[in-house]
């Protein structure tokens, strides 16, 4: 096994353990018809606890499964885990991520670093102890919108055409891919994920229950997300063995067949053409207790 996979097992095994004697619930999306919803964003960094200050001053909640630093935010977990990486996002086919808060000004006067930009009114960037980039949108963006493709309907994709209720919610996950791959990667989670395609502004999009996943095509693609800061991303799924089983029918291929642990909590790992790591969970969803 290697040492990501047995990282993978010890989070695994985390969770089979976590103590029934405090309450809280993961605050994940609603799966959309296929089962799938976001789930997680998966760091390697080499100071944890600088790293969990950082996404807590964002507006996350620190909790603990079993041994791992997890931060919860509505639609997606921060896992944090000690390790080395080849680098950020910034390199990488996952270019970055992005949440939508209510104010950037908000989190200046908190004392938080927010790079703004200036010919995009409402959009900024923090950034990670360790150089990683997050995106931000609050109320005065105006590039947040989605629209859906001719002839598709999804009511809960309509949530990024309003204000949001929370202070910070997850919003996209935006790949860089070799041009003219945008609209077959949009095709590929839509037919791997359910996902809704549509146009984010300007990029061509697939939504999500909790995330949108954004593709613009670049000279120069990312490099895959194995082996670096945010080494993968997590889809809970419902039902996830006969998801497998569906994706294999289809010929997906999986870095690591699906398995189950025996607290119940489940899971599996596969490529997407560009390089994006993906690990599928069941259980997330389902975590009844964790420490804070």
Same mark, same amino acid.
């Given at each position: 096994?290697?040492? !990501?996979?047995?990282?993978?097992?010890?989070?695994?095994?985390?969770?089979?353990?976590?103590?029934?004697?405090?309450?809280?619930?993961?605050?994940?999306?609603?799966?959309?018809?296929?089962?799938?919803?976001?789930?997680?964003?998966?760091?390697?960094?080499?100071?944890?606890?600088?790293?969990?200050?950082?996404?807590?001053?964002?507006?996350?909640?620190?909790?603990?499964?079993?041994?791992? #630093?997890?931060?919860? &935010?509505?639609?997606?977990?921060?896992?944090? !885990?000690?390790?080395?990486?080849?680098?950020?996002?910034?390199?990488?086919?996952?270019?970055?991520?992005?949440?939508?808060?209510?104010?950037?000004?908000?989190?200046?006067?908190?004392?938080?670093?927010?790079?703004?930009?200036?010919?995009?009114?409402?959009?900024?960037?923090?950034?990670?102890?360790?150089?990683?980039?997050?995106?931000?949108?609050?109320?005065?963006?105006?590039? !947040?919108?989605?629209?859906?493709?001719?002839?598709?309907?999804?009511?809960?994709? #309509?949530?990024?055409?309003?204000?949001?209720?929370?202070?910070?919610?997850?919003?996209?996950?935006?790949?860089?891919?070799?041009?003219?791959?945008?609209?077959?990667?949009?095709?590929?989670?839509?037919?791997?994920?359910?996902?809704?395609?549509?146009?984010?502004?300007?990029?061509?999009?697939?939504?999500?229950?909790?995330?949108?996943?954004?593709?613009?095509?670049?000279?120069?693609?990312?490099?895959?997300?194995?082996?670096?800061?945010?080494?993968?991303?997590? &889809?809970?799924?419902?039902?996830?063995?006969?998801?497998?089983?569906?994706?294999?029918?289809?010929?997906?291929? &999986?870095?690591?067949?699906?398995?189950?642990?025996?607290?119940?909590?489940?899971?599996?790992?596969?490529? #997407?053409?560009?390089?994006?790591?993906?690990?599928?969970?069941?259980?997330?969803?389902?975590?009844?207790?964790?420490?804070?």
């Amino acid at each position: 096994m290697t040492q !990501t996979g047995r990282v993978r097992w010890v989070v695994m095994a985390a969770v089979a353990l976590i103590s029934s004697s405090t309450a809280a619930q993961a605050q994940l999306s609603q799966p959309n018809a296929a089962g799938v919803a976001m789930g997680h964003l998966h760091y390697h960094v080499r100071d944890v606890d600088a790293n969990k200050r950082f996404w807590v001053a964002l507006g996350g909640v620190p909790v603990t499964i079993g041994t791992t #630093d997890v931060i919860r &935010f509505p639609d997606v977990f921060v896992v944090l !885990t000690k390790g080395e990486s080849s680098g950020g996002t910034a390199g990488s086919v996952v270019n970055h991520v992005a949440f939508r808060v209510q104010s950037l000004a908000k989190l200046q006067a908190a004392g938080l670093n927010v790079q703004l930009l200036e010919q995009f009114p409402g959009v900024g960037s923090v950034t990670s102890p360790e150089g990683e980039r997050v995106e931000l949108f609050d109320a005065t963006a105006t590039n !947040t919108m989605f629209t859906l493709d001719p002839g598709q309907t999804d009511p809960g994709a #309509d949530r990024h055409n309003h204000p949001i209720t929370a202070p910070i919610i997850a919003y996209h996950i935006h790949l860089y891919l070799p041009e003219g791959s945008e609209a077959k990667a949009k095709e590929w989670y839509a037919k791997t994920f359910g996902a809704v395609p549509g146009v984010r502004w300007r990029y061509p999009a697939a939504d999500l229950p909790g995330i949108n996943m954004n593709f613009s095509g670049q000279p120069q693609p990312g490099v895959p997300t194995r082996g670096r800061m945010l080494d993968h991303i997590g &889809f809970e799924v419902s039902n996830l063995q006969a998801f497998c089983r569906k994706l294999e029918t289809a010929g997906v291929k &999986f870095d690591e067949p699906y398995s189950k642990a025996p607290s119940g909590f489940a899971h599996a790992m596969l490529t #997407d053409p560009w390089g994006t790591s993906i690990e599928l969970t069941e259980g997330f969803n389902e975590t009844k207790n964790v420490k804070r």
